[in-house]
């Protein structure tokens, strides 16, 4: 099996940023893993130093087959800069993973990635695979399942897949009727597509929910685990208190006895059990992405 190129996107935060590095270098897979690290260029004055201290700490990186360092000579933003490196990397490669400066992984996480892309490299039907898993009720859910969704807290996809990408927002306002959006909302527990109206109106610059929404159109499948490879540590306080971050604390994986789903097709149980997660959410999981986007670049 030849192992996927890991991309890593980083910008302000270095405590954040070397807890992910250390994680991933403690990867079963990390020595014999290419790492791509894109670093975005301050947005303003008040960032430069961070941003400074990012880059000096990741010329120091190693525990990899090679690292290399992408440096945005200007602030590309969060949305541009993954679009524009997953593009290239994914074109080169045929396949990729990808993780932000926030994400904590299990010593596992890069054994389920690269094995998930070899699995189901051949499934049209499969766009990609998730290292993230909710906090949801787990019994009698499968080691591992689908649904017709993204998980943007580390992913894997294929050039297959990504080809398939795009940003528009117009577009999917005209497509999309309620019905659509009801069921790109899990049956509206969570609003996902505020996501859109957001971006329509400049309030947001993302590019999750167009991945999620390619994938949806093309009535794709993401693959996910029942328990968790990858922690959020975005939420953790850089300013928030744990009524922002409770909701989404997971134990990551410890024991490696993953079966692959054979059956491609939407878990109807997995999605019943990420709506009862969704529904008794005070704080909609957009607005949390927009504090978090806002807290790391005081947007």
């Given amino acids: 099996m030849i192992l996927s190129p890991i991309v890593l996107f980083v910008y302000n935060r270095p405590h954040h940023t070397r807890q992910t590095v250390e994680a991933l270098q403690k990867n079963e897979l990390a020595s014999e893993s290419e790492l791509f690290i894109y670093s975005d260029a301050p947005k303003n004055e008040n960032s430069i130093s961070k941003v400074n201290e990012v880059r000096e700490y990741i010329k120091t990186v190693d525990g990899f087959k090679k690292v290399t360092i992408i440096e945005r000579e200007k602030n590309w933003g969060l949305a541009n800069s993954i679009i524009d490196g997953v593009t290239k990397i994914v074109n080169k490669y045929g396949k990729i993973i990808v993780l932000e400066d926030d994400l904590v992984t299990s010593k596992y996480f890069l054994r389920f990635m690269n094995e998930a892309l070899e699995m189901y490299k051949d ?47 117009d577009n999917l306002i005209k497509t999309f009727d309620k019905k659509m959006i009801k069921e790109f909302n899990f049956e509206n527990s969570i609003d996902f597509w505020s996501q859109v109206i957001h971006n329509k109106h400049g309030k947001i610059n993302s590019w999750a929910i ?70 008794p959410l005070k704080i909609p999981l957009w607005k949390r992405a927009i504090n978090r986007l806002k807290r790391t670049f005081g947007a």
């Fill in 210 to 279: 167009y991945w999620y929404a390619t994938i949806f159109l093309k009535d794709g499948l993401f693959l996910y685990p029942k328990n968790s490879f990858t922690a959020n540590i975005g939420f953790d306080g850089s300013g928030v208190h744990c009524d922002d971050s409770c909701s989404f604390d997971v134990e990551l994986v410890e024991k490696y006895d993953i079966v692959f789903e054979q059956n491609i097709i939407s878990s109807t149980l997995a999605r019943q059990r990420y709506i009862e997660y969704f529904n």
């Fill in 123 to 169: 499934e049209e039907k499969v766009f990609g695979v998730t290292g993230y898993a909710y906090p949801i009720k787990t019994d009698e859910l499968a080691s591992t399942f689908f649904m017709k969704a993204e998980g943007c807290w580390s992913w894997a996809t294929w050039n297959k897949s990504w080809k398939y990408f795009e940003k528009d927002t």
